[in-house]
């Protein structure tokens, strides 16, 4: 996610304050970017771009997520996804605010419907790490984050729509909120028919894996309906030992695990990069879903790959890995019935 402006971001805190373990390794997230270059021993002005310490969009990555960064390396590719850089200031043409024009979705406050038989609940601003390339830093959160007694609205809604089968919990990171108010949203589509599945978008196993807590745990394996949990992984090395543990404890209580990564320049894209990512995700029990392409979105001009390029990258991965490793290289193109795919013209 998140704004540019740092009062929403305090409100976004409000999240953060309980007490279980994850709560305070949230807490304690590193904040600063010079703790961060002191963490993984670079110095700042080895940093490509340069750093920003203005933090119009601030820095936050957990400790954990840091820790598997390499030390040394200001080019590692988990330290380029969270460092703001002065790149980013940097106003290019053709990149918005709103590049995948998620306002013109908005079917009830915090309610998205977008695509046929699926709609997408902002459940809360909030994320454990703060992505640099986010297509919603700008998202306009404040104004769609329903306050706990207002699922009544995007509830209605569903329930009068029963083509819809499938409720996507996403945000920010959902699982920003505690597990009390993950059930208070579950909660109130109990009584929704037709509902089938609920997915969940989340960053959170990746970045911080003490979120996958028993408590979580029992409220998902609960629920009335098949679920489906879509980390956000872009690079092997995101998938430490403590990840993988996570991910196995969501496979065993019968969540299907897919991935979505995004296309990033000088983070993974490249064919070993790529390859790498789809052999750890699968070896830690994970399908790659989606590769996106860059939302072009103000600030993350630095991170895009030309469409050309991303083509014959996949061609290459396609040759390497069985089909069910290579991620769909799709596009997010507003006012389009899918996340469109991206391949060569025959
Ligand atoms: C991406 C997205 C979805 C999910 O699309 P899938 O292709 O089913 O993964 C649903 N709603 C919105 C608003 C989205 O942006
Ligand atoms: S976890 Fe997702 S929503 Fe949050 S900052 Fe990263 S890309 Fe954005």
């Known amino acids: 996610m998140i704004p540019f402006t740092a009062s929403p971001c305090q409100s976004d805190d ?4 309980e007490n279980s373990l994850w709560q305070r390794e949230l ?15 670079v110095s700042a002005d080895k940093i490509p771009g340069g750093i920003d310490l203005q933090q119009t ?15 040394g390396d200001p080019a590692d590719p988990l330290l380029l996804q969270v460092l703001p850089r002065q790149l980013e200031s940097a106003i290019q043409p053709g990149f918005l605010r709103d590049p995948v024009d998620d306002t013109a979705a908005i079917a009830r406050p915090g309610l998205l419907h977008k695509y046929h038989g699926r709609v997408l609940l902002i459940t809360t601003g909030a994320c454990p790490i703060h992505c640099r390339y986010c297509f919603r830093r700008h998202f306009p959160y404040a104004k769609n984050r329903p306050g706990d007694r207002q699922w009544a609205a995007a509830s209605e809604y569903i329930a009068t729509h029963p083509e819809i089968t499938e409720v996507i919990l996403s945000g920010g990171d959902p699982l ?3 597990t009390k108010r993950l059930s208070d949203i579950s909660n109130a589509l109990h009584h929704i028919p037709h509902l089938r599945r609920l997915r969940i978008h989340t960053r959170m196993p990746i970045v ?37 543990h996570a991910l196995n404890k969501l496979r065993h209580i019968g969540v299907t695990l897919l991935n979505q990564a995004v296309l990033l320049k000088d983070v993974n894209d490249s064919v070993n990069a790529q390859c790498a990512l789809s052999e750890s995700l699968f070896a830690s029990g994970v ?10 979105v103000q600030g993350a001009e630095h991170f895009d790959v030309s469409e050309t390029t991303a083509i014959s990258l996949m061609d290459e991965v396609r040759q390497q890995l069985p089909g069910f490793l290579v991620p769909q290289l799709v596009r997010e193109i507003a006012g389009e019935p899918y996340k469109t795919p991206i391949q060569h013209l025959t």
């Open 176 to 178: 920003s909120l505690n």
């Open 27 to 41: 807490a304690r997230a590193i904040k600063d970017p010079l703790e961060l270059l002191a963490t993984v021993k």
């Open 14 to 17: 409000d999240e953060f304050v």
């Open 287 to 296: 399908l790659p879903y989606y590769l996106h392409l860059l939302d072009r």
């Open 208 to 244: 911080l894996p003490e979120r996958i807590d028993n408590d979580f745990l029992r409220w998902l394996s609960g629920l009335p309906w098949q679920s489906v949990l879509i980390t956000h992984c872009n690079h092997a090395n995101e998938l430490g030992h403590d990840v993988q």
């Open 57 to 71: 969009f601030p820095l936050r990555v957990p400790h954990n997520y840091a820790a598997r960064m390499q030390t």
